[in-house]
């Protein structure tokens, strides 16, 4: 069975940074892609960071310049580096791994708060 599991949230003022962490155990047959989401109260899920198996990555306009994404392929490991922190970065962030083949494997999500 997949777990994944995000760590590394917490609470920051504006200006500052935090770097989520999130990793995989068990077994995935291939992964294609390896994601970050954020979901912020009363609003959508939405995609804010996406990088492939050759380490081309794309980002939401809004975090462009200041969040980046890394991975280690065959640890199932993957960052989130986030800098220049805004209030409206706030939301609880999650990590997936996508297998073209298994799915879409979550985590259970890890909290940002950006003070103003």
């Known amino acids: 069975q997949v777990q994944v599991v995000e760590s590394g949230g917490g609470l920051v003022q504006a200006g500052g940074s935090l770097r989520l962490s999130c990793t995989a155990s068990?077994?995935?047959?291939?992964?294609?892609?390896m994601a970050w989401y954020r979901q912020a109260p009363g609003k959508q899920r939405e995609s804010v960071a996406v990088?492939?198996?050759?380490?081309?990555?794309n980002y939401a306009e809004s975090v462009k310049g200041r969040f980046t994404i890394s991975r280690d392929g065959a640890k199932k490991m993957v960052w989130l580096q986030m800098n220049s922190l805004k209030p409206e970065d706030t939301a609880v962030y999650y990590c997936?791994?996508?297998?073209?083949?298994?799915?879409?494997?979550w985590g259970q999500g890890t909290q940002v708060t950006v003070s103003s």
């Open positions: 997936a791994f996508i297998s073209i083949s298994d799915g879409t494997y």
């Open positions: 068990g077994t995935i047959r291939s992964v294609n892609l």
């Open positions: 990088i492939n198996n050759i380490d081309s990555t």
